[in-house]
């Protein structure tokens, strides 16, 4: 086992050696564009459910006109009713669509266009969890990167064009997964398909930024232990956890968040604080920068010097 001493351990961001490099008089809100307010248009994939059922029903709440979309058309007829009696049933539009599928998008992208002639808020939310394990599973493989990669890389493509003419500004939010940045063992296919999302996200908010232009901008939207139909088949539980947070925790979380601008809205969660996330993720890095094997927070030889490093870590705060 690897000895535990200060040359050999991996620094913590909450100690001295880790060094910040964002000024305190930089804020990334000060090109933030005000866009979510009444009377604006957002559009929600995988708003039949759990994190976009949410959004769709807090959007509403704001006063927006609703948009939304998913494959299981009885859900997302259900999730049209609710939000119909927030904003009005002439304020939604339900449009079944397969983001998988590239002629649906562009049948999604023509029906918000012609009734109500933009997007202010471009929520790629659909998703799926199907298991993939690194030599078994490829028709799950597929299927997943089908939905949750290529399912962004559609909307985007169909979307984002003609956001960059309307008016006014628009915001893009792609729903990642901390999965996709700490990568724990269990599911290769989702995890390596939400760490596409990461780097897909990221490319379109710096080829945003190059325009020199705020028209629209982007954010990477990364919950945390939120209570979704998905996450509640994928651990086999019919009642959320204590540790949980609710969709709508995470979604009212999310909003904040972009409306300060942030890029990566990391969420935190009643077990998991944004510093143990911090901690994890500054983990993972290091094994890349310092050699060490590949998840190294779950190998054999590593895991206790990786325990001492979340302790010590975290004394830093009392």
Do not use: C
């Given at each position: 086992?690897?000895?535990?001493?200060?040359?050999?351990?991996?620094?913590?961001?909450?100690?001295?050696?880790?060094?910040?490099?964002?000024?305190?008089?930089?804020?990334?809100?000060?090109?933030?564009?005000?866009?979510?307010?009444?009377?604006?248009?957002?559009?929600?994939?995988?708003?039949?459910?759990?994190?976009?059922?949410?959004?769709?029903?807090?959007?509403?709440?704001?006063?927006?006109?609703?948009?939304?979309?998913?494959?299981?058309?009885?859900?997302?007829?259900?999730?049209?009713?609710?939000?119909?009696?927030?904003?009005?049933?002439?304020?939604?539009?339900?449009?079944?669509?397969?983001?998988?599928?590239?002629?649906?998008?562009?049948?999604?992208?023509?029906?918000?266009?012609?009734?109500?002639?933009?997007?202010?808020?471009?929520?790629?939310?659909?998703?799926?969890?199907?298991?993939?394990?690194?030599?078994?599973?490829?028709?799950?493989?597929?299927?997943?990167?089908?939905?949750?990669?290529?399912?962004?890389?559609?909307?985007?493509?169909?979307?984002?064009?003609?956001?960059?003419?309307?008016?006014?500004?628009?915001?893009?939010?792609?729903?990642?997964s901390k999965q996709g940045i700490t990568n724990?063992?269990?599911?290769?296919?989702?995890?390596?398909?939400?760490?596409?999302?990461?780097?897909?996200?990221?490319?379109?908010?710096?080829?945003?930024?190059?325009?020199?232009?705020?028209?629209?901008?982007?954010?990477?939207?990364?919950?945390?232990?939120?209570?979704?139909?998905?996450?509640?088949?994928?651990n086999e539980l019919t009642e959320k956890p204590?540790?949980?947070?609710?969709?709508?925790?995470?979604?009212?979380?999310?909003?904040?968040?972009?409306?300060?601008?942030?890029?990566?809205?990391?969420?935190?969660?009643?077990?998991?604080?944004?510093?143990?996330?911090?901690?994890?993720?500054?983990?993972?890095?290091?094994?890349?920068?310092?050699?060490?094997?590949?998840?190294?927070?779950?190998?054999?030889?590593?895991?206790?010097?990786?325990?001492?490093?979340?302790?010590?870590?975290?004394?830093?705060?009392?």
């Open positions: 086992m690897p000895k535990s001493n200060h040359s050999s351990r991996n620094a913590s961001p909450l100690r001295s050696a880790y060094s910040s490099y964002k000024p305190d008089n930089m804020a990334v809100a000060d090109d933030l564009h005000p866009v979510i307010h009444a009377g604006r248009v957002a559009l929600i994939t995988g708003a039949a459910s759990g994190i976009g059922k949410a959004a769709a029903i807090e959007f509403a709440k704001l006063g927006l006109k609703i948009a939304i979309a998913d494959l299981n058309e009885q859900k997302l007829k259900e999730v049209g009713a609710a939000v119909g009696k927030i904003v009005g049933d002439a304020n939604v539009l339900v449009i079944p669509t397969d983001v998988s599928k590239i002629e649906e998008v562009v049948r999604l992208r023509d029906r918000v266009y012609e009734a109500w002639g933009e997007v202010a808020v471009l929520m790629n939310n659909a998703g799926v969890g199907n298991k993939g394990t690194s030599w078994a599973g490829i028709e799950n493989w597929r299927k997943v990167f089908d939905v949750n990669l290529f399912g962004i890389v559609n909307v985007q493509q169909t979307f984002v064009p003609s956001m960059l003419h309307q008016e006014n500004p628009a915001i893009v939010i792609n729903t990642g724990p063992p269990g599911n290769a296919a989702y995890n390596a398909s939400k760490a596409a999302v990461k780097s897909l996200t990221e490319g379109l908010a710096h080829e945003l930024r190059e325009r020199n232009s705020e028209s629209v901008t982007a954010h990477l939207f990364i919950p945390g232990w939120a209570w979704t139909g998905l996450t509640g088949a994928n204590a540790g949980a947070w609710t969709a709508e925790e995470t979604v009212l979380y999310m909003l904040d968040k972009v409306r300060e601008g942030e890029f990566y809205i990391l969420v935190p969660d009643n077990e998991t604080k944004r510093e143990v996330d911090q901690l994890r993720i500054m983990w993972a890095a290091a094994d890349i920068a310092e050699g060490r094997p590949a998840l190294s927070r779950w190998h054999q030889n590593w895991k206790a010097l990786y325990e001492e490093y979340i302790r010590d870590g975290l004394a830093q705060l009392e």
